[in-house]
């Protein structure tokens, strides 16, 4: 008996599905969204060499993080237009209010997941890269806005009712690490991060490739024997 044509359409059945599971995870979403902040500069967050301020979000999947912007401003617009700072990625440790892991900023980015640098932009508004490969498990994580003092002198982060939870905004001021506000903080600042989410096959599609693969398998071993 000629197996053949029903071995290659299985094998064609595994490698379609096996397609649109790759499909189905191929576009970046929306990860975490607060929105334009609606604060002014008055009371703004200011960020230099040890003002530091990091904001948090929550994966309830693994997740590839493939952009994040961070909503900025400046003091001094036209002289900061251009100048870089630093965008970095921590995990939370521990409960609401607990610190982050202890920075070695200036050395290597000791305990930092991820980093990259943005430029400030005239006007200001939403400013961050696209295009990231961040791969992260399910969890909770802090964005860090830092400089180290050399590049944009006067960056701030306005402020507004953000509706974050107790415990989302941690705060560097120089010393051992990031420290998170154990009440529900006022400083939050604009953050948006998409990502694409691990794929999760839908019932159907899964027993589909099952079935396809575990037919490939009987046939592969009626073969040999």
Request: net charge negative; glycine share 14%; with cysteine.
């Amino acid at each position: 008996m000629n197996f053949k044509p029903c071995k290659q359409g299985l094998v064609a059945v595994a490698l379609t599905t096996l397609a649109a599971l790759g499909a189905h995870s191929a576009d970046a979403q929306s990860v975490f969204n607060t929105g334009a902040p609606t604060g002014s500069l008055i009371g703004a967050n200011s960020i230099d060499a040890t003002d530091w301020i990091a904001e948090s979000f929550t994966l309830s999947a693994p997740t590839t993080i493939t952009g994040v912007k961070a909503f900025v401003n400046s003091t001094f617009d036209d002289s900061d237009a251009g100048q870089p700072f630093t965008v970095a990625l921590y995990a939370a440790r521990g409960p609401a209010g607990a610190q982050l892991p202890d920075l070695n900023f200036f050395a290597d980015g000791q305990n930092q997941l991820g980093q990259f640098t943005a430029s400030y932009s005239a006007g200001g508004g939403w400013v961050g890269q696209d295009g990231l490969n961040w791969t992260l498990g399910a969890g909770t994580y802090f964005i860090a806005i830092e400089t180290d003092g050399n590049g944009v002198q006067g960056l701030v982060l306005p402020t507004g009712d953000l509706g974050h939870l107790p415990g989302s905004v941690a705060f560097y001021t120089g010393g051992n690490g990031y420290a998170s506000d154990p009440a529900v903080s006022t400083d939050a600042f604009g953050l948006q991060v998409s990502g694409v989410a691990a794929a999760v096959p839908e019932p159907a599609t899964l027993a589909m490739m099952l079935l396809g693969l575990g037919a490939i398998g009987f046939l592969a071993r009626r073969r040999k024997t």
